[in-house]
């Protein structure tokens, strides 16, 4: 039997506030470095978009019914949610910042 036959990318939808971090994540690395900081969004950005083939791959979140994916390379962890048959990617977030309520 094919495991793989069984699974089925899961389409990816980034919500206006994970946009609004990631905008917000570029322009400040910008500053120092532009090249950096388009690097480190299109990092963020693909890592996302990886969930869709992936998306119970993330622990456990800190709030009930989300998932984190923690970034191996960059403080920063992307908050997301399995609803139905589609990822929506909640929240991106440096780990050092306080968890919105």
Not at 7 to 35: C, F, G, T
Not at 90 to 98: D, G
């Amino acid at each position: 039997m094919l495991i793989g036959a069984f699974m089925q990318n899961r389409p990816v939808r980034w919500l206006a506030l994970a946009l609004e971090d990631l905008h917000e994540i570029a322009a400040y690395l910008a500053e120092k470095d532009s090249d950096a900081g388009k690097q480190i969004a299109q990092c963020v950005w693909n890592a996302g978009q990886s969930l869709a083939s992936m998306p119970s791959r993330g622990r456990a979140g800190r709030v009930a019914g989300t998932r984190e994916l923690v970034l191996v390379d960059f403080p920063y962890f992307i908050a997301y949610r399995v609803v139905k048959s589609e990822v929506q990617i909640l929240r991106v977030l440096h780990t050092a910042r306080r968890y919105p309520q």
